[in-house]
């Protein structure tokens, strides 16, 4: 089975420009997590979706939008980026379990210009 | 308010031997949950193991264990016999039971095994 997948993985744009980045969780599993890693710190929680819900948004501005589809691939969108948006951006899916253990992918790293 | 604290911005280990990574967490929730992740230079985040807060005993995964001390409110990683490619960023990371995907994560300390 596939993992979480993500792309693009590496991305550059310019102040003021939108951006689109796309996750596509474990098959099977209904929620997505999104996360901002700036570099040198750890990963800070944006939007949970669970069967195409918000059930969680960290303290992010509204430029930083999210949604899920259907097929429980999600997208997570920043308006008007600034320099300070540059950052890996990781998605997870939540494995059930005891622990439900949050299994990340490899990142979209987004540079801002 | 949740809180994780990773007080070592960077570690350096002998090869084969053991290294404790510490971790020190805040939280009123009685329910929660402590993982620990690896993140090499390739970004991604890599589960290691996990700790609930009414496990009696003390995780273990292989090489990795982890040292729950609840009163203390510290849960420290434990990588016994260090390999060359266990050199990365280690974070950990709290769930209040009720929060779902929402994790909340130290800052990081860099492991190095030296040769």
């Known amino acids: 089975d596939a993992g979480v997948t993500q792309s693009p993985t590496h991305l550059i744009k310019t102040r003021g420009q939108h951006v689109t980045l796309r996750c596509s969780p474990i098959?099977?599993?209904?929620?997505v997590s999104w996360y901002q890693q700036v570099l040198g710190q750890g990963p800070q929680f944006i939007f949970q979706?669970?069967?195409?819900?918000?059930?969680g948004r960290g303290n992010f501005p509204d430029r930083f939008s999210a949604r899920q589809f259907p097929n429980y691939s999600s997208e997570l969108n920043v308006n008007a980026l600034l320099l300070g948006d540059s950052a890996l951006y990781l998605c997870?899916?939540?494995?059930?379990?005891?622990?439900?253990?949050?299994?990340f992918g490899a990142g979209s790293r987004l540079t801002v210009l | 308010a949740q809180k994780i604290t990773q007080t070592q911005p960077g570690m350096f280990v002998q090869e084969k031997e053991a290294v404790t990574l510490d971790c020190t967490y805040d939280?009123?929730?009685?329910?929660?949950?402590l993982f620990w992740y690896k993140q090499p230079s390739s970004g991604e985040m890599i589960f290691l193991i996990y700790?609930?807060?009414?496990?009696?005993q003390n995780a273990t995964e292989g090489r990795y264990s982890l040292n729950f001390q609840k009163a203390r409110k510290s849960a420290n990683l434990v990588i016994s016999a260090s390999q060359l490619g266990d050199s990365a960023m280690y974070f950990c990371?709290?769930?209040?039971?009720?929060?779902?995907?929402?994790?909340?994560f130290g800052q990081g300390t860099e492991l190095s095994v030296k040769p």
């Open positions: 997870a899916s939540i494995v059930s379990g005891r622990a439900n253990v949050l299994t």
């Open positions: 098959s099977g599993h209904k929620s």
């Open positions: 979706y669970y069967e195409k819900e918000e059930r």
């Open positions: 939280t009123s929730d009685p329910s929660y949950g």
């Open positions: 700790q609930g807060s009414y496990d009696q």
């Open positions: 990371a709290m769930r209040e039971v009720a929060q779902g995907g929402k994790l909340i």
